[in-house]
């Protein structure tokens, strides 16, 4: 596995990220802001956000960004893997089909979803810097992290539906074993050629494919093993 795959599985991992914009108000000033994002099958991530919010102003105005993520839950911030993307950012149309998937992941932001004045942008990466760790800095090769259609895409909900009308006890068993995590509720919300997410009593765990899957028999194969591994 290449930096760049490495790269796109830590973004799909995390939810959140410190998001940069030029400043419209103060003549291409730096503006950070916090926004949750999803990374998208294409690796491409997608924000809701306001037009009344300054950094959908900024975007408006100049469409460069960056956003940077790292897993807050570790105190050693100067150690720990990081992601940076620089990227632009453009008013998604398909606000619709957008939602379905964003807010499986983010169903608290329904409401946002339900106002008129909050619509989706989607920033495509031309630049990603990652850091994995101690002496593993990395400029990602974007051809190695650009992902092409496959069939999984289209294939992702009636996954998610067969997997969670049919196989709870699979889903425990995979939160168990590769997460610790002994949890009741829980459903899958997304699966994509690196993995998938479920949300586990109301926290959402990454599981990672040991190679990537392109359609839904592959999924089903890939799934099978974690299910005799989380087994045994």
């Not at 893997?81 to 964003?102: D, F």
């Not at 995979?174 to 586990?200: K, N, T, W």
Request: glycine fraction near 6%; aromatic fraction near 10%; proline fraction near 4%.
């Amino acid at each position: 596995m290449n930096n760049a795959h490495e790269a796109r599985r830590m973004l799909r991992a995390h939810r959140y990220g410190a998001l940069g914009t030029l400043s419209k108000k103060f003549d291409g000033y730096p503006f950070g802001s916090i926004t949750p994002y999803l990374v998208d099958h294409d690796g491409s991530l997608l924000i809701l956000i306001s037009t009344l919010a300054e950094h959908t102003k900024n975007i408006r105005h100049d469409p460069r960004v960056s956003l940077i993520t790292h897993d807050q839950r570790d105190p050693h911030i100067q150690t720990q893997g990081r992601v940076t993307v620089v990227g632009n950012a453009r008013l998604e149309p398909n606000r619709e089909q957008s939602g379905l998937r964003y807010l499986r992941y983010f169903p608290e932001a329904q409401a946002y979803f339900a106002m008129h004045d909050f619509s989706f942008y989607r920033i495509r990466p031309v630049a990603i810097r990652y850091i994995g760790g101690f002496g593993k800095i990395h400029w990602v090769n974007m051809e190695n992290y650009a992902v092409q259609p496959y069939p999984l895409i289209e294939q992702e909900s009636d996954v998610i539906a067969h997997m969670n009308t049919d196989h709870q006890d699979a889903l425990q068993n995979y939160c168990q074993h590769f997460h610790q995590c002994a949890a009741l509720d829980i459903a899958m919300l997304g699966i994509d050629l690196d993995g998938f997410d479920v949300r586990a009593d109301g926290k959402v765990l990454r599981f990672d494919f040991a190679q990537a899957v392109f359609d839904a028999q592959q999924a089903r194969t890939a799934l099978v093993e974690m299910a005799r591994a989380a087994k045994q």
